[in-house]
């Protein structure tokens, strides 16, 4: 059993450890958090055998512990990751897994140096039916248009004065670093690297993006990305060949695939499974790695993961330059 410690006592860490025990790969051993009562509160419910550290340093510090799930607020990622490396524990570090380059070249290098794995918990990167896409993608690629929009409860906050940290520049947030990335993940996934990207945002009272369109631009068609957290979209995401669509309900948790032909008017369902728990599949992969450190099968599914996160994080800094949107991270 992969013994996992994490860092972060929200939603989201109850999902991963959730998906984590799904696989019966994994068993929660270590929690931390501020307050111990915290901690407590959150890990009590997966057993009676889980240590509680409110000090990162005696947290890392922890034998019972072979990776370590981080969910904290996005600029606390990259010390934390950076903490944990050099403590000698794998990583798994939730999306965006840093504020800028700088970062990610020090966290990949270091990771490398001590022969451990890092991990950006990207879960539409390992989700079957984001492979079930690319197996059908059309010959020739005429554009693409994808959308992830969904208002945030908490940017009732930010309309009445406050700065939550997920609207912070202090704390590296804003659309493109919540939703866009799964975007863009999706675009990487499907069309590889662009050549150029450009971002037009709206900010809001904080300086963050509120919402926003990307525009990548291929050699050959180019790829429309529409993401934002203070309004609501139901649109569809849709790439275009030249005898077909390809429409997708989304670019994550994708539950349907359908391809309409042109001439015909023909539409094809292709076959698609939405697990009950997004965070399934990423969970099964990476305890693929963890449990088969040497298999080279596997550390090439690694290598391969990494080549698409420093290509995301590349375009990110990119689309970040053109909208001038400057994090607290960037003045380091």
Not at 90 to 113: D, G, H, W
Request: proline share 3%.
């Amino acid at each position: 059993m992969i013994r996992m410690g994490i860092i972060g006592t929200n939603w989201i860490t109850d999902q991963f450890i959730q998906a984590a025990y799904a696989t019966k790969k994994y068993e929660l051993t270590a929690v931390y958090s501020r307050k111990e009562a915290t901690a407590r509160a959150f890990g009590e419910k997966y057993g009676s055998e889980i240590t509680y550290a409110t000090d990162l340093a005696a947290f890392f510090s922890l034998q019972n512990l072979d990776v370590v799930y981080i969910a904290s607020p996005n600029s606390l990622h990259y010390e934390q990751a950076k903490q944990a490396l050099l403590a000698g524990k794998n990583v798994i570090v939730e999306k965006p897994a840093f504020s800028t380059i700088e970062e990610m070249t020090e966290i990949f290098a270091l990771a490398k140096s001590k022969e451990l794995f890092f991990f950006e918990a990207a879960r539409n990167l390992h989700e079957k039916s984001v492979a079930n896409v690319k197996a059908v993608l059309p010959a020739k690629i005429l554009g693409a248009n994808f959308t992830y929009m969904k208002y945030s409860s908490r940017y009732a906050n930010v309309l009445a004065g406050e700065e939550p940290n997920i609207f912070s520049l202090k704390f590296s947030g804003g659309s493109v670093m919540d939703l866009g990335i799964y975007l863009i993940y999706a675009a990487v996934a499907w069309f590889g690297k662009p050549e150029k990207a450009y971002y037009f945002t709206r900010k809001i009272r904080t300086g963050v993006d509120g919402l926003g369109t990307i525009i990548l631009r291929y050699k050959d068609f180019d790829v429309t990305l529409q993401t934002g957290k203070i309004a609501n979209s139901f649109l569809p995401s849709e790439i275009y060949g030249e005898t077909e669509t390809i429409l997708l309900d989304s670019v994550n948790s994708i539950s349907s695939i359908k391809i309409y032909q042109q001439e015909t008017q023909d539409i094809k369902e292709i076959p698609c499974q939405q697990l009950e728990n997004p965070m399934v599949e990423e969970a099964e992969d990476f305890a693929a790695v963890l449990n088969h450190p040497t298999d080279s099968d596997q550390l090439q599914h690694y290598e391969d993961w990494l080549q698409v996160t420093q290509t995301v994080h590349t375009i990110i800094a990119e689309l970040r330059k053109d909208a001038g949107i400057v994090f607290a991270a960037d003045h380091k």
